[in-house]
T-cell receptor
């Protein structure tokens, strides 16, 4: 079975440009999470969806960040305009909502560099 | 206060030996789950093992076991018979509550380097 798929794996862009990160969750998983990993702040949750609906976006740093999930198999995280401090690894994770463990399975991440 | 604390920023272990990675947590919720993830140099986050707050026995998954001491709020990961491929960052994480949407809170990680 395919795991969580993210694209691109690496993105280098210039300050001010729009960046779109993409995620395909594991089929059948109802929950989708976006995390950001930096050296300074570690791993932090940005936003999560349940059945394609955003539930908690309190971790989104500012209005420059937006996320959508138009259907059960696709989500995007957009940064517009991008800034150098947005440089980080962005992870998408998905979770099956039944069973005791409710493990979140992570994608390979997108390493974003904003120059 | 930190919800997840990993006090060992880095450690060396000899190949074939066991290593214990420390994790302490802080929560007032009686229902929670504890997770360990491995992040090799390639960057992906790999789920290793899970321990529920109501589980009576320590979790085991192959060479991984979790030393769960609930009263001490401790959930240490034990890797037995270390292999070179175990060299990676290891993160402890906690989910408070039973809902699938509850976020994971991660510790700062421990870097393990296995020496041949």
């Amino acid at each position: 079975d395919a795991g969580v798929i993210q694209s691109p794996r690496h993105e280098v862009t210039e300050m001010g440009q729009e960046v779109t990160l993409r995620c395909k969750p594991i089929s059948g998983h109802d929950y989708l999470f976006w995390y950001r990993q930096t050296m300074m702040r570690g791993l932090e949750l940005l936003i999560y969806f349940n059945n394609n609906v955003p539930i908690d976006d309190s971790g989104m740093p500012e209005d420059r960040f937006s996320a959508k999930m138009p259907n059960a198999s696709f989500s995007t995280l957009k940064i517009q305009p991008s800034e150098p401090r947005d440089s980080a690894v962005y992870f998408c994770a998905s979770s099956f909502p039944r069973g005791p463990r409710l493990v979140q399975f992570f994608g390979p991440g997108t390493r974003l560099t904003v120059l | 206060a930190q919800k997840i604390t990993q006090t060992q920023p880095g450690m060396f272990v000899q190949e074939k030996e066991a290593v214990t990675l420390d994790c302490t947590y802080d929560t007032s919720d009686p229902s929670y789950g504890l997770f360990w993830y491995k992040q090799p140099s390639s960057g992906e986050m790999i789920f290793l093992i899970y321990q529920g707050s109501y589980d009576q026995q320590n979790a085991t998954e192959g060479r991984y076991s979790l030393n769960f001491q609930k009263a001490r709020k401790s959930a240490n990961l034990v890797i037995s018979a270390s292999q070179l491929g175990d060299s990676a960052m290891y993160f402890c994480a906690m989910r408070e509550g039973l809902a699938a949407g509850n976020k994971l809170t991660f510790g700062g990680g421990t870097r393990v380097l296995v020496k041949p």
